[in-house]
């Protein structure tokens, strides 16, 4: 029964997706919705991913230098590992689960909230289609979350590096050496391709939760909990598979 | 002029709507009553074609809805005015914003055209310096004012009020009644109020429909509705003491 439940929910997520893209709104109109998404969604992330990159670099730095203890292990691994958990994991993975938290939380209450208070109903009644209105302007803006990935992948390196050569682990240039080696730029477009991704999962997912939420605000909360679980089951499962896909 | 045929509307295996027929004419202010449960919302939603019937027909002056394409279904729509019982106006723009909300969505006016009229809108609905206050700033009277003023900012041909002065004090409640009335005669509307108030019953119900568990129990005007017999309607409609006295000077008066 739950699995039925669960089937027809992904089938309605799906539809869901279709309708999206059916009966445009105004050009005029939309354009503002954009901006009015980017602003929200990415100018508004910007200060957390910010914080969160550069001092997790920073700790990944420091747990990587003090559990290199053998005299033998070159002290530039610290630099090489912290690129490889920034880039490959940390940036796009992690930082995405925490969007699913801050973007996703927003993405749910709000369209929830015009749920029930009837303003999609409103939209609907006046012959707008609602899905295209309220979920195709944030899955536009998310087209620019790579650029938020992108500066994590920045501040995350930066933060190691800070912390490696302000700390007393390695020198500025051990740290720089081990940026370099072994360097696969394939790496990065496996990082944005599975950011890519994860955009798209962030602004439908979100949004179907709300969309679709029945009941007051009491059930608004628990739609914006619900939709936070699900975008990370999502965005877990879908990095396996590009992992699987892209770096077997 | 609104036409319904034979309205059926299933939900599962429970029947909310038995079949009901009747007619809602232009120029008047037509109101649905009933206790709670007796389907007047799911009537009004399907009305609206948030819900689709399960049989039965509703035509807009002629065309009928369900024999409709999907442009033909959105363009109608954009022909309907509709004031929800909590207003339902976008928390996100200013009220200005909110009543040119039609207008920029479906026409083609110019900035300047579209803002000449939301300030007449505004303006034949007594709203006063509340043009760029948000929903949140302002108070329930004034929201139903500005849900009014963008039901009929696009010039409709039917206006729909989900109990438009519910959670109002009495005086803002004839006020809205009033200025709903006056819109319909004005712009020549076909109105469709879903209402419990007894007050709009006797203040502009020129129609009423009486729903008792999804059939159409009764109908008549709030001048009929002071002498009918039907049980249903009485023991609704004077369900106070107060009304029970007003009917009876009424009747009184009458064979005087």
Known sequence: ?248 | MIEVKNIVKKFGDQTVLKGISTRFEAGMTNLIIGQSGSGKTVFLKTLLGIHTPDGGTISFDGRIYSELSNDEKRALRTEIGMVFQGSALFDSMTVEENVGFPLKMFTKKTPKEIKERVDFVIERVNLTNAHYKRPSEISGGMQKRVAIARAIVNNPKYLFCDEPNSGLDPKTAIVIDNLIQEITKEYNITTVINTHDMNSVMEIGEKIVFLKNGLLEWEGTNKKIFKTANEAVTDFVYSSELFKRVRKMYLEDDVK
């Open chain 1, 1 to 248: 029964m739950m699995l039925v439940r669960y089937l027809s929910q992904i089938g309605k997520y799906f539809i869901m997706l279709k309708e999206i893209f059916n009966k445009p709104t105004k050009w005029s109109v939309m354009k503002q919705l954009i901006l009015k998404e980017i602003d929200d969604l990415i100018i508004g992330s910007l200060g957390i991913v910010a914080f969160i990159s550069f001092f997790v670099g920073g700790v990944v730095s420091i747990q990587t230098a003090l559990n290199l203890t053998n005299p033998l292990i070159p002290k530039y691994l610290v630099g090489f590992a912290t690129r490889q958990s920034v880039i490959l994991e940390f940036a796009p993975t992690f930082i995405s689960i925490i969007m699913a938290g801050k973007m996703g939380s927003f993405i749910t209450s709000s369209i929830g909230t015009m749920r029930v208070t009837e303003q999609i109903d409103a939209l609907e009644v006046m012959g707008v289609n609602s899905l295209n209105y309220l979920v195709f302007p944030k899955i536009i803006a998310l087209l620019l979350y790579p650029f938020v990935i992108g500066l994590s992948m920045f501040l995350g390196i930066l933060g190691g590096w800070m912390a490696a050569v302000y700390g007393g682990f390695t020198s500025s240039y051990e740290f720089i050496t081990g940026l370099q080696t072994e360097f696969i730029p394939f790496h990065i477009a496996y990082a944005f391709i599975k950011t890519f991704s994860f955009a798209l999962l962030l602004a439908t997912i979100p949004s179907f939760h709300g969309y679709y939420m029945k009941g007051g605000a009491l059930e608004v909360g628990q739609a914006s909990t619900v939709s936070f679980v699900w975008t990370s089951v999502a965005i877990i499962l879908m990095n396996f598979i590009l992992t699987q896909l892209l770096l077997s």
